[in-house]
């Protein structure tokens, strides 16, 4: 379980039993009690987060990778991760919608709940 509390967001992944989604969307979790801001070893979010995008980007060595959060009425995208990626990307993308009209494929895929597969990001023109 994570616990965000500047967003108010605890969740947990979905599993079999939440329906047909595949990925790592989290579910909300109403009886969480979290402890400041940190996920299960103590570290806090962001730190865990960032930790994670610098994995994935060892795998692929000419990718950047982040982690959006949505705020805590699941509508807004907030910044989790991406260690990576300028201050700038993160800020610009802080607070975007994920309600049609869609802003890009991940606003899509969080309101849908189901993963969106875009051949080159790039050149993606939502």
């Given at each position: 379980?994570?616990?965000?509390?500047?967003?108010n967001v605890a969740c947990r992944p979905?599993?079999?039993n939440d329906g047909p989604h595949i990925g790592s969307k989290c579910k909300p979790v109403?009886?969480?009690?979290?402890?400041?801001?940190?996920?299960?070893?103590?570290?806090?979010l962001q730190k865990s987060l960032d930790e994670l995008?610098?994995?994935?980007?060892?795998?692929?060595k000419d990718a950047r990778c982040g982690i959006l959060v949505l705020d805590h009425r699941?509508?807004?995208?907030?910044h989790?991760?991406?260690?990576?990626?300028?201050?700038?990307y993160h800020k610009a993308l802080?607070?975007?919608s994920i309600d049609p009209p869609y802003f890009d494929a991940c606003g899509e895929a969080a309101h849908l709940a189901m993963p969106v597969i875009v051949p080159d990001i790039a050149a993606e023109t939502r």
């Open positions: 379980m994570i616990y965000e509390p500047e967003l979905l599993t079999k109403a009886s969480a009690k979290p402890s400041a801001g940190n996920d299960r070893r103590g570290a806090p995008t610098l994995f994935v980007e060892d795998q692929e699941g509508k807004h995208f907030r989790g991760g991406g260690a990576n990626l300028p201050e700038n802080d607070f975007i």
